[in-house]
Nanobody, 118 residues
Framework: QVQLVESGGGLVQPGGSLRLSCAAS????????VNWYRQAPGKERELVAT????????NYAESVKGRFTISRDNPKNTVYLQMNSLKPEDTAVYYC???????????WGQGTQVTVSS
């Protein structure tokens, strides 16, 4: 059974840190590019960070560059999103997505809530 399960969300004060995890099962995770997205209430889903299948290349949205770091541990079938210097505008549900081009496959997790508030 294919699964992507996010964890690590919660309530944190501005300036604080959280580390999100995205754990995969049921497919060959190391073949997949992984994205983190987020969606705040009333807003469209936003791409936050991307990591290639081998972890060699990463990309970030301008709004999180220098504060967030995406990484992966393929033997553990897990991708991480380290979030530092959190701001209230980072409040959202965070989702991970795994994508493979050939054959075309795409899997989403169920999301984890991050709330940044004093």
């Amino acid at each position: 059974q294919v699964q992507l399960v996010e964890s690590g969300g919660g309530l944190v004060q501005p300036g604080g840190s959280l580390r999100l995890s995205c754990a995969a099962s049921g497919f060959t995770f190391s073949f997949y590019l992984v994205n983190w997205y987020r969606q705040a209430p009333g807003k469209e889903r936003e791409l936050v960070a991307t990591i290639t299948s081998d972890g060699g290349t990463t990309n970030y949205a301008e709004s999180v560059k220098g504060r967030f770091t995406i990484s992966r541990d393929n033997p553990k079938n897990t991708v991480y999103l380290q979030m530092n210097s959190l701001k209230p505008e980072d409040t959202a549900v965070y989702y991970c997505k795994a994508t493979r081009r050939v054959p075309r496959r795409e899997y989403w997790g169920q999301g984890t809530q991050v709330t940044v508030s004093s």
